[in-house]
C-alpha cells in the first residue's frame, strides 16, 4: 500500500507534464550507471540528422522498473539547430544567452573569467567553428557501439549524419 502511494506521488510529478518530452537525465539523474560518454557533435547532413534525431532511443522522465542498462539523452546548441534547418523564429525564441552561446558576448565572457589562459580562442570545443551542435550522453561508455541494440543500430545513423567534435569520457 505504502508503495502505490509512493508510486502515486512520484508520478503526480508529471501532473500536467508529458514525461515522455523530458529526458530522463533531468529527472533520475542516472546514479546506478558507473561511467558516462559525452560526444561533442556537429551536422554534416541536416536531413540524416533530423532523420536520426527522431528514431534515437533517448531515455525519457517516465519511470522504468527496471532500470534501464543504456541510457541515452541529446542536447542541441543554438548552432546545432541552425544546422537542422530550425527556423530562426522557433531559435529566436530562446534566451539570448542560449542563442549567443558561451563566447558569444565578450562583456558575459569577462564577467565569468574566461580571458587569458581561460579564453574561448584557447579552448578545445565551444568558440568559433568549434561549436558543437549537439551533445550526445550515454551511458555505459560501451552502450555506444555494442551494449543497446537499438543504441548501436542507430550509432549507424549518426555516424552518416554527425561528425565528432570532441569524445569525453567520464
Known sequence: MAQAAMSAHTDSLGAGIDLNDIQGLLRFGFKHHTEAVFLLLRVKDAAA???WLGHVPVA???SQDPLPKT???VALSSAGMHA???GADVVGGFSEEFIEGMAGDANRTRRLGDVGENAPEQWDWGSGNRVPHSQRYSTPCPAISRHS???SRHS???ASSCCI???QPT
Do not use: K, W
Request: aromatic share 0%; net charge positive.
Open 49 to 51: 540528422a533530423r532523420e
Open 60 to 62: 525519457s522522465s517516465v
Open 71 to 73: 541510457v541515452l539523452q
Open 84 to 86: 537542422l534547418g530550425v
Open 149 to 151: 541494440s537499438g543504441v
Open 156 to 158: 549507424a545513423r549518426l
Open 165 to 167: 567534435a570532441c569524445r
